[in-house]
């Protein structure tokens, strides 16, 4: 088995990769602002006690972790065009998707971190007259968010693996831009080690990264 | 818009409503074409197979892995293996489950042809199982060293080998404190299994959306194949439950310890 990597320069890399590349890390990016977003307000109605708000949030974050993504993927491919009326392209509809499914995660994460916020810290908001507003705004979530940090960080890098299962649908993120070189080129096996080199490079270095910063945390907590 | 059942009991060649749902299954109609209830089940056969396949291979080298991963770092063979584990996991953690499959399915066969012989069910369960090994690797190894050190130090007291110190001391504790994790990990593997698809095993997803394709009753059948997921990820969770009450150890390990402030 010989290999051939001649095709492989920086013209390959701007004509097939870097519009997959870009996508994947916007996906990555805008999936992971959004999660934590619609995430942090799961957790919330999870942990504020009130049945109507619990119950609904409790079930929509138990479906989506019962079943794979790809299927979410798929589901969502389905449902955006019959509800909305026309067509969505591939690309959004692979963002909306991330979003609603990893909201679901980070909502987890979100409601551990709260949970793992002393009780006393809690009480003394209250003793100092804050609503329960101010109390999650100004004393519970900084705190939060700060022991959540290197945990966002791995589901993040799992997230940025998983972006590459838009391949279910079709869009042109990382894999595809590798696998259409592949083609073109005729060289898939090729083109397929490549991909794994480099999606293992991004994801090992982010780790590592992630290790750092959770070192540091540990210290200032 | 309303639900129409009845695509379930179409038959797959001609579109037609077939006179039996279940024709081909079970024998009942032996010379039908099959109906879309057929291929729906025969698809999730698929799944579990390509699942426990994995599952058997995953939890070999996931516990094989972690446990060479906390050897002491006494001699030359010990930090080579410890070394050797943590390639491994980071190796298969660090690539998407996806292009794994595809490294296995069109990489691994041109560097070693026996491989073209693999049916491609075969190559997405190594791919899957070495995928989730790597993850139950690091709860193998977080679960031993969460080990009080004196457990080791005592096998070591009684004049045990380093073998049969994990054979009979610290693999049995460490492999219990475990399961829960290890339950999600095997409900993910189930889930993860739709990675086949890509490859054209006929699974659940690749039926999912070719009968989507075929049918256009996508609500139907995208509903039907969640459920079965749904059924096979609970299934699994029941499993484990029940493994773990039946392991259990009176007195050693406190049935799941309320973490509280």
Redesign the interface.
Known sequence: ?DLDLSFYNWALFTSYLQKGLIFSFQLTVIATVGGIIVGTVLALMRLSGKPWLVIPATIYVNTMR??????VI??FF??IP?MIGKPIGVNLSAIITFIAFEAAFFSEIVRAGIQSI??GQVYAGQALGMSYAQNMRLVVLPQAFRNMIPVFMTQTIILF??T??V??IGAYDL?KGFEIAGKNFGR??ET??L??VT??LI??TL?RIVRRIQQKVAIIR | ?TLDWSVFCKDTLTGEAAPRCFSFLFGMDPNADPTYLDWLFTAWAWTLSVAGLSLVLALLMGVTIGTLRTLQPTNFLNKGLAFLGTVWV??F????????V??WY??MP??FPVMKLFPSYLLVSIALGLFTSARIAEQVRAGIQSLPSGQRNAAIALGMTTTQSYRYVILPMGLRIIIPPLTSEC?NLV?????A??VSVPEL?LF??QA?EETSR??EI?LA??GL??IS??SVNRIMAWIEKKSRVPGFIAPSASGS?
């Open positions: 088995m019962s079943i794979p993504l790809l299927m798929l589901w389905l449902l019959l002393p009780r693996q998983d590459s299962l391949y279910a894999l898939p096996i397929y080690l991909a794994a999606y293992f994801c090992f780790s | 818009m980071e190796l953690r660090n690539i998407p489950l996806l292009v794994q595809f490294l069109h990489v041109a560097f409900m889930k993860n299994s739709s990675v698809f890509a997803t999912a959306m989507q996508g609500i995208y194949v969640t997921y749904v990820a609970f402030h």
